[in-house]
């Protein structure tokens, strides 16, 4: 089968460019199509003629949307609604990565898939936006939404203790935040099956 994945050089898309290795797989960095382009997204879609896309590529500066709310919405919403629009042109399944901040955090105990959506800011806003365009659109996607993604490459929660453990004898990190950390690998794992 021959795979089209985004956003290769990320924690997501680097563990599933490892993991799927089985089969055909074109990756893509932000050099090889600017998700902030559609006609690239277009023109690398028609070119590869894949049988599966999947999409964990994505603006993930939490805080720094705030302040780049258009740059949020056209990678996590603009981007995705052009690749379902791809993919149910060609009848070919869409796997999208969005995330659990599309919830607000209120709720006690874990969240499930149906609960209401309610982002604070404007990068759960905009991944929430994702989602409601792929639906709009149709054909045959899924979207799983992730949290708290850590790895050995790139930013995240654990190298960022990881380093600061190195420099520091003492650590202060916020107290009221709870989620699942969840590793990439266990993520491109996860989507195996789910091709299979």
Not at 41 to 68: C, F, G, M, S, W
Request: charged content about 25%; hydrophobic content about 35%.
């Amino acid at each position: 089968m021959k795979i089209l994945i985004t956003g290769t050089n990320g924690q997501v898309g680097h563990a599933l460019m490892q993991q799927l290795n089985d089969h055909e797989l074109v990756g893509l960095t932000r050099q090889d199509c600017d998700l902030t382009e559609p006609d690239q997204i277009r023109k690398a879609i028609d070119q590869h003629q894949p049988d599966l896309i999947i999409n964990p590529a994505a603006y993930t500066k939490v805080d720094q949307a705030e302040d780049e709310p258009e740059l949020a919405f056209q990678i996590n919403r603009d981007a995705p609604k052009v690749m379902a629009e791809k993919a149910r042109e060609y009848d070919i399944p869409f796997i999208h990565f969005s995330t659990d901040y599309v919830f607000d955090g209120e709720k006690k105990g874990a969240y499930k898939e149906d609960d209401p959506t309610n982002p604070l800011g404007v990068y759960g806003a905009s991944k929430l936006a994702g989602e409601e365009v792929i639906q709009h659109v149709g054909g045959k996607f899924y979207i799983f939404r992730t949290s708290w993604v850590y790895s050995d490459i790139g930013h995240n929660f654990y190298l960022t203790m990881k380093r600061l453990s190195e420099k520091r004898d003492e650590i202060r990190v916020v107290s009221d935040q709870f989620g699942v950390p969840t590793s990439n690998y266990f993520i491109a794992k996860h989507t195996q099956n789910i091709i299979k």
